[in-house]
């Protein structure tokens, strides 16, 4: 398996609070429906934000021809939470790390595991270079929500 880390990112809020919201994937309502439009339809690709089914422990996001779930595989309280990511034709799974760095303030890392099949490598030589920068996006857009 490969991996990719996002740098790390302060957040102005409590570990706990950050923990709260991240950890429990009906909150991702709230974080959707703040994000600008414009992300949504990128490089090629559209999301119906309407389309994406959100519960506690997972969400699905319609992506082109697939659909994209993160699922969380495991809650350690306060500092990580694990997803496993289905829908797409490689083994992947994703961990946000959160932790304090005062009583009011925090930080985060996030790590993508990712394991591609051989046959499959050719197919996304060209994307693996935007993994990088879209773990990036991702773990800015996290350290910028409201907790």
Do not use: C
Request: glycine residues 2%.
């Amino acid at each position: 398996m490969e991996s990719v880390e996002s740098s790390v990112k302060f957040i102005p809020y409590a570990q706990e609070a950050v923990y709260a919201k991240l950890s429990d994937l009906n909150n991702a309502k709230d974080i959707i429906n703040e994000l600008p439009k414009d992300i949504f339809e990128k490089d090629g690709m559209s999301i119906n934000k309407e389309s994406i089914v959100i519960d506690k422990d997972y969400i699905t996001v319609p992506v082109s021809q697939l659909n994209l779930s993160f699922r969380i595989v495991n809650r350690e309280p306060t500092k990580s939470i694990k997803y496993e990511v289905a829908g797409i034709p490689i083994e992947a799974n994703l961990w946000i790390q959160i932790l304090p760095v005062s009583d009011m303030e925090s930080k985060i890392k996030v790590t993508l595991h990712y394991d591609i099949p051989f046959y499959l490598k050719p197919i996304f030589k060209g994307k693996l270079d935007k993994i990088d920068e879209g773990l990036e996006r991702f773990a800015q857009m996290l350290a910028s929500i409201p907790y």
